[in-house]
Each structure stands twice: as structure tokens, then as C-alpha cells.
């Protein structure tokens, strides 16, 4: 999480003109960073980001937040919430300000290019209607810092119906009283549209699949016939876990 504050207007200007449109929009945006890292190369990368967080942590104006997530799979990412394209502008300003205060020469030095393979930028927006939040329930929680990715690629053209059987999904949820719950998200930008996020927060990624072997169990044939309809609606699914990184990430209320 190096450079990718740093765009340069282009950038933003290539942003979904349905991004620019939701100002005053309730639901959150996010901006994910992602820095992808060999196994091989890990390891240094761990010990420059903590440099790195130290330093941000240290220089990092009050505002600045982002929620740094690892996974195998995916590499490094840097979520970064917004309600609005003047937030995300706010946040490169905040960003900028910081770099410059660092110093310019310093920032430079620090960086670790060498160690990231493939870096990307994409926004998301929440479902809240296709979320499941049962009370109590938040994806921070710091006793669940595991979080699991449900990965959904709807086929062309069906996105609305998978947004609805989402909300089938939450219903039926809600009917039977479960305590797990969902977030679920839409991808704005990225190369393999349309695609749906569900994250779900657990302990640890066993715990997770054990939770969803007794939730199969509980929903019985009325789920296994919704899961059979939301499959039909898909091109691919995929999943995967990644570890949330406090120790990583840098959120107002703990600076």
C-alpha cells in the first residue's frame, strides 16, 4: 500500500460515471487496493509494510482510514470506505498531505516495488437488500478476524435476478433465526463483470465451513432448492479466506 493513494487525474476520470452519480447515496462505496506478493516474498513485504504502517500511523492526518485485509490468494488489500467521489478526492488530498510531510526523498526509499507481482484498483458498492445483518452483527468484529469471500459472476444479463434471490436469501435467513450473517457487495469496476461479493465475517476459516455445514443442515430442502436457483443464475463461483490486519490498517478511533 504504497503508491496506489497516489493517481493521477486520468485515473479518476476513467471512474463509472454511476460512481460519480451517487453523492447523497445512502450505501457505502469502497475502494479496494490490491498488492499481489509472491510466497517467496512475503516475508520482506510483512516487514516493509509494518515499516511503512508506522510511519503512516505516525504522519497520517485524523480522517485517514483504510481496513487492510491478506490473503493467499489475492495478495494484500486496502479497502477504503466513501460515500462519495469528493470522499474518495479527500482521501488522495489527505494522502498527498501526508506524503509531503514524510518527505518525498524518505517516501521514496521506503518503497518495496521489487516485492509486488501485479497491483490493481476497483470499487465496490454495498447491497444492503442482499446483506443479512442479524442482531449484533458487525463484519468488524474483533473476535472474528477470518473473513470469507463468496465470489458470485452472474451470467449476462441476470444481474437483477441475482440481486433478488439475494433478498430470497436474507428472508429465509431471517425466517429461521440464524446468527451468521453477510455483507454483500456489487462490483463497479474491474475485467470480469458483472460480480457479486459476499463476505462473511467467522473466527477462522474451519469454524466458517462448520457454521455452513449446520446452516445447510437447519435450511434443508428449502435452501438446497435456493442455492440450486441461485447457481442456475451464475457463469462461476469461486471463494476464498482472507485474514483481516488490524496491525495493518489504520482506523480513526485507534490512532
Known sequence: MRRWMLLPLAVLMLMPASLAAQEDAAPTWWAVFTEQVAPANVAAFEENSAAMHEVVVANAPAELEYHTLFSPETGYSYAIPMASMADFMK??????????????????????????????????????????????YQESMADKPVRHYDWLYPKPGMEDKVNEVLKEWVALYARHGLDSGWTAYQAVSGDDLPLVVLITPATSAGAYYTM????????????????MKSLGMLRKFEHNEAMYRPDLSVVPDTM
Open 212 to 227: 455452513s455445514d449446520e446452516v445447510d443442515e437447519i435450511l434443508g430442502d428449502e435452501g438446497q432448492a435456493l442455492m
Open 91 to 136: 482521501m488522495n488530498e489527505m494522502w498527498m498531505g501526508m506524503v509531503n510531510k514524510v518527505g518525498w526523498d524518505k517516501w521514496q526509499a521506503m518503497q518495496a516495488s521489487d516485492l509486488v507481482d501485479h497491483s490493481s484498483m476497483n470499487f465496490y458498492v454495498e447491497i444492503p437488500a442482499g446483506s443479512y445483518h442479524p442482531e449484533g
